[in-house]
């Protein structure tokens, strides 16, 4: 064999070796390590494991309506977990938490609970303006039955983009700008109303003195 053909094959050799070795840490104890992880806080406590956890606020930064935590909620346990509440640490008081249509806030053992999006349960922050603010990771703390309290931080952002199908559902619009007539102007009530609109005052009935007396007939 000349030596052209002997380096050929050991440099086959040497790159099947390296795709062989990528491969085998692919499919290792861990090969989820390669998926794509999103961004969204995460944590585990126990056999409860909260994922993708956020807050989401208005669309309209200046519209005066609740956020909503969205989450997804794992439990590795044997038994049921219930959650018992959700606060958001700068918010008045807890979360108003509702189950889906037909179901529990149970976390069902080896199932999964989500909170936010359409048809799941969901878990409401009233007032929230001046309590979350874009672009914040504040604490979430999450209660659990069993577990107890589960803590993360959580980025707080609007329900625009990715987020518009898990924010709020209910959306008021900002503030209008309110209008005033114009000084001295007629006001409202000033105006005629009705079909009386555009009609003249009524001529005044001739006076009794216009009438002819019997004396200037004479």
């Given at each position: 064999?000349?030596?052209?053909?002997?380096?050929?094959?050991?440099?086959?050799?040497?790159?099947?070796?390296?795709?062989?070795?990528?491969?085998?840490?692919?499919?290792?104890?861990?090969?989820?390590?390669?998926?794509?992880?999103?961004?969204?806080?995460?944590?585990?406590?126990?056999?409860?494991?909260?994922?993708?956890?956020?807050?989401?606020?208005?669309?309209?930064?200046?519209?005066?309506?609740?956020?909503?935590?969205?989450?997804?909620?794992?439990?590795?346990?044997?038994?049921?977990?219930?959650?018992?509440?959700?606060?958001?640490?700068?918010?008045?008081?807890?979360?108003?938490l509702k189950p889906a249509e037909g179901q529990q806030l149970t976390v069902p053992a080896h199932g999964r609970l989500i909170i936010g999006g359409k048809d799941n349960a969901s878990a409401?922050?009233?007032?929230?303006?001046?309590?979350?603010?874009?672009?914040?990771?504040?604490?979430?703390?999450?209660?659990?039955?069993?577990?107890?309290?589960?803590?993360?931080?959580?980025?707080?952002?609007?329900?625009?983009?990715?987020?518009?199908?898990?924010?709020?559902?209910?959306?008021?619009?900002?503030?209008?700008?309110?209008?005033?007539?114009?000084?001295?102007?007629?006001?409202?009530?000033?105006?005629?109303?009705?079909?009386?609109?555009?009609?003249?005052?009524?001529?005044?009935?001739?006076?009794?003195?216009?009438?002819?007396?019997?004396?200037?007939?004479?």
């Open positions: 064999m000349s030596s052209s053909l002997r380096r050929g094959a050991l440099a086959a050799s040497a790159i099947a070796f390296s795709i062989a070795s990528l491969a085998a840490c692919g499919a290792g104890n861990n090969a989820q390590t390669l998926e794509i992880k999103p961004d969204n806080a995460a944590t585990s406590v126990g056999v409860i494991k909260v994922q993708n956890a956020v807050v989401i606020t208005q669309p309209d930064a200046k519209a005066n309506g609740p956020a909503v935590v969205s989450a997804t909620l794992f439990n590795g346990g044997a038994t049921d977990q219930t959650l018992q509440s959700i606060v958001v640490a700068g918010s008045d008081g807890k979360a108003e409401t922050l009233a007032n929230s303006r001046e309590s979350v603010q874009n672009g914040n990771a504040q604490k979430v703390t999450f209660t659990f039955s069993e577990t107890g309290a589960v803590s993360l931080r959580a980025f707080v952002v609007p329900a625009t983009s990715y987020f518009t199908e898990w924010g709020p559902s209910e959306t008021p619009a900002a503030p209008a700008a309110a209008t005033s007539a114009p000084a001295g102007g007629p006001s409202a009530s000033d105006k005629p109303q009705g079909d009386n609109a555009g009609a003249s005052a009524p001529a005044a009935s001739p006076s009794a003195s216009a009438t002819p007396s019997a004396s200037a007939s004479n």
